[in-house]
């Protein structure tokens, strides 16, 4: 079946735009997690979703940064007021039992 | 919380050499581990997991063993190929015990295989 899908793949956004990141998780995984992964770095969590429920926000870096779920299925992260730190590529992953994560291609975010 | 060390590369081998990328773990209990592979330009790809201590894991190759009296979970692979080039991360849920939170990475290993 079709694997997690990420959109955009790359975002360029000038500094202190906002932007959202969207992800396609594998189809009835119900948990669903969010990672920032700088250059040259392993991935870091964000936050984690089970179903609609957003159960971990602690990785999430700052207040400008804001996940959902609303029907628990696709997920949008959105940043707001873009810094230069931001730059990152954004990772997203899903499971269903298990521990097991699948991971998506990513989203590749530069801030200018 | 849980944690994992692996060596920082990068790793250059020739092909048909035999590879060792370590990492150690620091842990209440014993969590899974994992191995997980990044190729260029695509994904991170599940490689290779064990459950419990003594368990091995296994995948295109390449061998992992829990290791609890070492606190280890080193990747072997007998002979390298050109297409292994990549990154490998290996990796840890935060706590033990529960599989609901994110997995907590190390800093990736960057291998390179010479023909």
């Known amino acids: 079946g079709a694997g997690v899908s990420q959109s955009p793949r790359y975002k360029v956004a000038k500094r202190g735009q906002d932007v959202a990141l969207r992800c396609d998780p594998i189809?009835?995984?119900?948990?669903l997690f969010w990672y920032q992964q700088a250059l040259g770095q392993g991935p870091e969590f964000l936050t984690y979703?089970?179903?609609?429920?957003?159960?971990?926000k602690s990785g999430l870096p700052s207040d400008r940064f804001f996940a959902e779920r609303p029907e628990g299925s696709v997920s949008t992260l959105k940043i707001q007021r873009t810094q230069q730190e931001d730059s990152a590529v954004y990772l997203c992953?899903?499971?269903?039992?298990?521990?097991?994560?699948?991971f998506g291609p990513g989203t590749r975010l530069t801030v200018l | 919380g849980n944690s994992v060390t692996q060596m920082e590369g990068p790793v250059t081998l020739s092909e048909e050499a035999f590879l060792t990328i370590n990492c150690t773990y620091t842990?209440?209990?014993?969590?899974?581990l994992f191995w997980y592979v990044q190729y260029p330009g695509e994904g991170l790809q599940l490689l290779l997991k064990?459950?419990?201590?003594?368990d091995k894991g296994s995948n295109k190759g390449f061998e992992a063993t829990y290791r609890k009296e070492t606190t280890s979970f080193h990747l072997e692979k007998g002979s390298v190929q050109v297409s292994d080039s990549a990154v490998y991360f290996c990796?840890?849920?935060?706590?033990?015990?529960?599989?609901?939170?994110?997995?907590?990475f190390g800093k990736g290993t960057h291998l390179i295989i010479q023909p």
């Open positions: 992953a899903s499971k269903n039992l298990g521990d097991t994560q699948y």
């Open positions: 189809s009835g995984h119900v948990s």
């Open positions: 979703f089970q179903n609609e429920a957003q159960l971990d």
């Open positions: 842990a209440t209990g014993y969590p899974s």
């Open positions: 064990a459950t419990k201590a003594d």
């Open positions: 990796a840890t849920p935060p706590y033990s015990g529960g599989g609901a939170d994110g997995l907590t």
